[in-house]
């Protein structure tokens, strides 16, 4: 459940923003999936995120003390708000193993080793969004968005760089997701530049699978 922590500040704001993507979805609509969520904790979910995004985005420019410990501090609280959350919505008889990890976050306790997938993933990108790119992605040749057998998710590499990359290495930005499609949020300043980005999938237990090939779309 704590693989989130672990991630650096760029992984955790795309992480944390697909989890309330994930977690709207499914307590939306006039049939939501999770009923036994209420919309007042959604909420409040949805808010601790906006808090740390904006705490986060004052970083990423020349930024004083001050603002590196409200970053910190918002990073903290958001842990605590994620942590509450999953203990008291996701964790969870009504969430399914399979619900559990497409809201981004590891099954218990894995019992069996799971075999590396020898597949990789295709995608493409939607740029119908202003300021973002959403990576749509399903197992190489398949028609349907359901990923392949034991894997967990897909690690995903981008970088906005001028020319194509010579490969993976250079695409210096990462994120995790598991459920397709992964956003990604821009600002303003980086519209019209090329972003470029790849994708593989990872098992249950971790294991890495081969690399895409290396896509790329410019920012809307």
């Known amino acids: 459940m704590n693989r989130y922590r672990r991630l650096s500040d760029g992984e ?3 992480w944390f923003n697909n989890l ?5 979805k499914m307590t939306g ?6 009923t036994h969520i209420q919309a007042a904790e959604v909420t409040a979910l949805s808010a601790a995120f906006t808090a740390w995004h904006a705490a986060y985005q004052a970083v990423l420019t020349p930024h004083t003390p001050g603002q ?3 970053k ?3 990073r903290t609280a958001a842990n605590k708000e994620i942590s509450s959350f999953y203990r008291r919505f996701i964790e969870h008889p009504a969430v399914t193993l399979e619900q559990l990890m497409d809201a981004g976050f590891q099954p218990p306790n ?3 080793p799971d075999a590396a997938p020898a597949t990789y993933p295709e995608a493409e990108a939607d740029s ?3 300021r973002q790119i959403a990576i749509r992605y399903r197992d190489k040749g398949a028609v349907s968005r359901a990923k392949p057998p034991k894997v967990h998710g897909a690690e995903i590499r981008w970088a906005i760089l001028d020319r194509k990359p010579a490969d993976e290495n250079e695409l210096t930005a990462g994120g ?8 990604l949020s821009f600002t303003e300043s980086r519209r019209g530049k090329r972003v470029y980005f790849a994708l593989r999938w990872e098992s249950r237990t971790n294991l890495k699978c081969p690399w895409s090939e290396i896509y790329s779309a410019v920012i809307p």
């Not at 309330?20 to 709207?24: D, E, G, I, P, Y």
């Not at 609509?29 to 999770?34: A, I, L």
């Not at 995790?176 to 956003?183: E, I, K, L, R």
């Open 12 to 14: 955790f704001d795309v």
């Open 128 to 130: 119908s969004v202003i």
């Open 176 to 183: 995790f997701d598991t459920a397709s499609p992964f956003t």
């Open 29 to 34: 609509g006039s049939d939501p999936v999770w």
């Open 72 to 74: 910190n501090e918002a």
């Open 20 to 24: 309330v993507q994930f977690v709207v």
């Open 110 to 112: 894995p019992h069996t």
């Open 68 to 70: 590196t410990a409200a």
